[in-house]
Every structure is written in C-alpha cells, then in structure tokens.
C-alpha cells in the first residue's frame, strides 16, 4: 500500500508464521517467549486484542494495592511482552532485529529482572506463550466478538497502516489475517482450561453485569481476595468513568506510565458499553458474521452474550 511505505517500520505490521502482529512486536520475543522462566506468584492477563485488557490490567492493578490507584505499580506494567517494546529503541529495519537480537528483546532484560509479582499482559495463542504458564496466574478476558470488532475498528480506523472499513474489520476477524491471529482458537484454547486451578475466565460482559462478584473472583484467582470495603472501592475506581478522570489528572501532572506516555491516555478507553455493535453493523454483516460464526463455535459450548 503506497501509504504505508512512508511510514517508519516500526509502525507497520508484519507476518510471522502465519500471523500479523505489529511491528512493535518482535519476532525474536515471540520465540525466546515460549523458554521464558515463569514464576508462581506471576499474573497474566491475556485476552485477543479489544476485549478489555486493559480494564483488567487496571483491575488487577487496584486488587494487588487494595483499593488505591496511587499504590498501583505502573511501571510494572511496561514489562510486558507487548508493551515493552514500545519504550524501547525499534530496530530500524528487520536486518536491525537480526543483528541485535538481545538488544531488540527487552522483554527479556527488563520483565525478568522484574519484582514479583509480575503482572504481565499478551494477546498471544496458548502455543506462543511460556510453556510453563499455567504454574503462575493466568486471568483470561473474553469479550463478544462483535463488538471486539466494532472496538478494534474505532482503535484504528484512523490509521493509515489499515485503512480499515467496518467491511474489511470483519472480513479480517473471519479471515484471522487480523492483528494477532485466530480468535475462535484464542477463545477456545482458554475455554477448555477454564477449570483449571490456576486459570480464572472472565467475560467482558458478566464484568460489566456484576462488577463486585466478577472482582472477588478474579482477586481470589490471584490469591488475593478482598475484604467487602476494598472490594467496593474497586468496582467505583474500575467503573470506565472514574478510571477516565483519573487518567486525565495522571496526564496533566506528566506522570510518565504506560497510560499518560507510551499508549496515549485514552488510547484503551473508549466507550465500554455491551451490545453497540447493533448500531454499526449492516444486516448483511450481521447475517455473513452470524453465518461464519455458529459454523466455527458449532462443537463448543462456549457462548458470549451479545447485549
Ligand atoms: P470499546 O471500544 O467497546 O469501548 P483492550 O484493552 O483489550 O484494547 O479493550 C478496549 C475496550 O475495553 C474498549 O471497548 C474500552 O472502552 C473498554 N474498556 C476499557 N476500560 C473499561 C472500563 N473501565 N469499563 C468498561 N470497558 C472498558
């Protein structure tokens, strides 16, 4: 696409086997992932991509400080396979990326250095991710995908590396060339694990339903359960709203974290309605994405609410 060849690398997206990631993910990182030594008092937060990650990440930020955001080790946070990177120089070119392998993994030299417990964010399959992840915690959002679709749509819409429409959003999602892949077997592989002891599978929507008893479990998920005062100061702290308050003053005082600086503040915050798919898909879409989707979810019991 001629637009996007004046754009620095970085910015672009790429494909590594079979996948389109973006360029601030990098090839060298997915691969030492999979080796990576985990502990069990980590926490992962993973989710495909617009399912309201970063709503858990703030979550899981408030339960771990009981209930004070001024508490919430922010800096943590950058250690993240997918975020990382962004803090980093990029490599130039994918010659770059070759020559500095050490140099362009900095998930290696800052997140294990990291203090426990670590709390790490990826919207990698189960394949990609450390072999040993299910000995530390794994907390996995899944959201309806529809209006995943409509978020990821709303989050690029105005970049020219996609120069997206709804059409082509969907199209991609069905077709798995969007960024990070598949997400039926996304979904699916942390589906079957949801009993597992170490594994708490929450849906976007029951978060937005019941907030408080969706909190406790996931504060219990991560051995850290609440006390009924802490639990309430996280649901009012947690609600899209406070949180967008918060952000803002954070930006204005130049606090240097993930939200004020890499992601820009209001970059995960958007709407956080259920169901405004409804207003922005055709009949047409709805009816090909319906069709699509009871023939891929047809053997598994695996259900979202749509609004
Ligand atoms: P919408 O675009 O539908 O509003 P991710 O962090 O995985 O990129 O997900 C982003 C989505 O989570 C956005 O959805 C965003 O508004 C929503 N979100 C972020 N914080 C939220 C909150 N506190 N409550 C509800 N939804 C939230």
């Keep these: ?14 494909e590594f086997k079979g996948v389109m990631y973006p360029n601030f993910v990098l090839d060298s990182s997915i691969k030492r992932l999979r080796t990576f030594p985990v502990r069990s008092d980590d926490v992962w937060l993973l989710s495909f991509p617009k399912a309201g990650t970063h709503w858990m990440m703030e979550i899981v930020g408030l339960i771990l400080s009981d209930g004070d955001p001024d508490q919430i080790n922010r800096s943590l946070y950058s250690s993240t396979p997918e975020m990382i990177n ?34 790490m964010l990826d919207h990698l ?19 309806n995908p529809k209006d995943s679709i409509l978020s990821w749509f709303e989050f690029v819409k105005d970049d020219p590396v996609y120069s997206l429409t709804m059409d082509k959003t ?14 039926p077997k996304h979904v699916r592989q942390f ?13 976007y929507e ?8 969706n909190i406790q479990k996931i504060a219990s998920g991560i051995g850290h359960p609440l006390s009924d005062e802490t639990l309430q100061r996280v649901v009012e702290l947690s609600h899209i709203e406070s949180q967008r308050k918060r ?27 259920v169901g405004r798919w409804k207003n922005h898909f055709t009949v047409a879409q709805n009816e090909a994405f319906d069709e699509w989707y009871q023939n891929i979810m047809a053997d598994t019991d695996l259900s979202f609410t749509f609004e």
């Design 247 to 273: 952000f803002q003053k954070m930006a204005e005082s130049g606090q240097e974290n993930l939200v004020s600086n890499a992601s820009g503040m209001y970059t995960f915050l958007n709407k956080g309605i």
């Design 1 to 14: 696409m001629a637009v996007n060849q004046n754009l620095p690398f970085y910015r672009l997206r790429h």
């Design 206 to 213: 029951d978060l937005k339903k019941e907030p408080a008893k």
């Design 86 to 119: 962004m803090d980093q120089p990029f490599p130039a070119t994918r010659e770059d990326e070759k020559i500095h392998p050490v140099n362009m993994s900095p998930f290696l030299d800052v997140v294990e250095r990291a203090p426990s417990p670590r709390v």
């Design 170 to 183: 969907i199209e991609e999602f069905m077709n798995y060339t969007m960024n990070w892949g598949c997400w």
């Design 125 to 143: 399959t189960l394949d990609l991710l450390p072999e040993d992840i299910l000995k530390s915690k794994v907390i996995y959002t899944a959201r």
């Design 191 to 203: 589906w079957e694990l949801r009993d597992h002891e170490n594994v708490t599978f929450v849906f």
